[in-house]
């Protein structure tokens, strides 16, 4: 199978831009949970 040809440039910069969304959204959450794990840590001493 042949992958589609018929993509215009606006449908992959639309995609693009999710993926940079929602790998900064997970980052921010990752970096939320980490920033309370070591804030329990300091804290809870």
């Given at each position: 199978?042949?992958?589609?040809t ?5 449908d992959?910069a639309?995609r ?12 921010a959450?990752a970096?939320?949970?980490y ?9 809870g001493?």
């Open positions: 199978m042949t992958p589609p018929h993509h215009n440039q606006d992959t639309r693009r831009k999710g993926v940079v969304r929602t790998a900064l959204v997970l980052g959450v970096l939320a949970i920033v309370a794990f070591i804030l329990s840590g300091v804290l001493a």
